[in-house]
């Protein structure tokens, strides 16, 4: 697979608890198993646990000894796991200020794993919505919302996709270009809030629409995925796609859901014994969700970029 | 994506504007249930002004597009607009009479049914191969296969014409034995496939048979 590209899906969610690492550990075995080399990439900084749940307890190396510059590149902190193809850079037993990255060290991490080469790079992202968090979740455009069916869970989907939108809108206005922008958008709407991405692009097409067609273009390129995580029997089934509905329609930004992941008692269990899920209980409802959403993943994958597999063939 | 205030009643409820009632209807609840008050998955998106002006923008569209008489007024002013064409607009057809009978029935043509007949016998007639198979003692299945494929009709032709399974067909011509049916069945499909060959059935079916030993 030497010519085929890295894809990088970053994984995030807004809300802490909501099953980011255990989703990111789960994929990336599943990738593993299908025989994609596939490397998980702990970016939690302050909180890191991703070595738990796919069984590494002790990791050697962490992504710190890259930052601390012990080590000279960041592939010499990759770990082997218990699968021949799962890979780890840990974030582990870090120094206890690395939750507060640098600018320059963060910019260097994430110009040194779009260079790493593996078929999949998956990143677990930290709870909340810092410019830490949000430039890794934009380091692709694949990046993968998990989100249980609770309003706090959700309330935090829609604060880190705003956080993304106007993140872009301020990387490609840059810092002085956006704060004019919105002024003038507050200007002309005294009632509404910044929060409202349509009116912003609507007074910048009036303003300037060269740079809002460069913007609708780098918006338009997004191609975000949601799974719902941790759904009970009573649960409606159809949050997803309703939330996803919301985003596309007054947002729009596209936004697939790929599936819900059944609760189940036992990921609890799993993680205690620091196994994980899918090895201890192969044949349950959870990891058929599982399956599902990377089958469904991976044919979004191939759907996103027809170009490339004609190339392949 | 315009602002919900600027869109028309059919696009604030996502309906063509020749939707039927409950197409209307339909649309309606699903836009409710998803800007509502307890809805989760509008949960904390919108203040509490917008999703008040929402839910209004869709209720009015409701209740103007679900009388039929506003409706026909609401759609004129859009023609008026330049917004919606004459022939798009939705009319109510269960009131105008509707035909009942089909009189271009198609018939099966009988005439075709005698000329293919004569057709398979002449050319049962004028090819020697077919003679010389025919008039063996036991008739194996490669044999029969041989005087179709003499004959020009497909395996496939037969299953549909015969309604037998063409596995059970290709068994027969294959001679093997462990895909045939009981003897009663197999009797009866040799009939039906050497009767649609147009060839005398009795003496083929017993040469098959005892070929196969099983008569």
Known sequence: MENSITHIWPIGGGKGGSGKSFFTGSLGFLLAKRGYRTLLVDVDLGAANLHTIVGVPHPEKSISDFISKRVGTLEETVVPTFLPNLYLISGAMNNLDIANLAHEQKMKILRNVAKLSYDYILLDLGAGTSFNTIDFFMISNAGIFVTTPEPTSIENIYRLIRSVYFRKIHQVLKTHNFKSLAGEAEKRNPMATVNNPDLLLHVMNELDPEKSALLEHALGAFHFKLALNQLRKQDNQNTGALICKIIEKHLTLKINHIGNVSFDDRVHSAVCKKMPFMELYPYTQTTLDLRECCRMLLSAEEAASPALQNVVD | ?215
């Open chain 2, 1 to 215: 994506m315009k602002p919900l205030r600027q869109q028309n009643h059919y696009e604030a409820l996502e309906v063509h504007p020749d939707a039927l009632p409950l197409e209307i209807r339909r649309a309606y609840k699903k836009a409710f249930e998803l800007y509502q008050q307890d809805s989760f998955a509008s949960y904390s998106f919108f203040s509490e002004e917008e999703r008040k002006e929402i839910l209004s923008c869709i209720e009015q569209a409701y209740l103007t597009l679900i009388n039929p008489e506003s409706r026909a007024a609401y759609d004129r002013s859009l023609i008026a607009l330049g917004l919606l064409e004459e022939g798009k607009r939705y009319r109510d057809k269960t009131h105008e009479p509707i035909t009942i009978y089909d009189l271009k029935k198609t018939r099966v043509d009988s005439r075709s049914r005698v000329k293919r007949s004569d057709e398979l016998k002449s050319r049962a007639a004028q090819n020697p191969a077919i003679h010389d198979i025919l008039t063996q003692d036991a008739l194996a299945g490669s044999d029969l296969q041989e005087v179709r494929m003499n004959l020009q009709v497909s395996l496939e032709e037969i299953a549909e014409k015969t309604n037998i399974r063409i596995d059970i067909l290709r068994a027969i011509e294959k001679g093997n034995l462990d895909g045939l049916p009981p003897l009663v069945y197999l009797k009866g499909f040799l009939k039906s496939y050497v009767r649609y060959l147009e060839l005398d059935e009795n003496i083929i079916v017993n040469a098959y048979l005892k070929n196969i030993g099983r008569h």
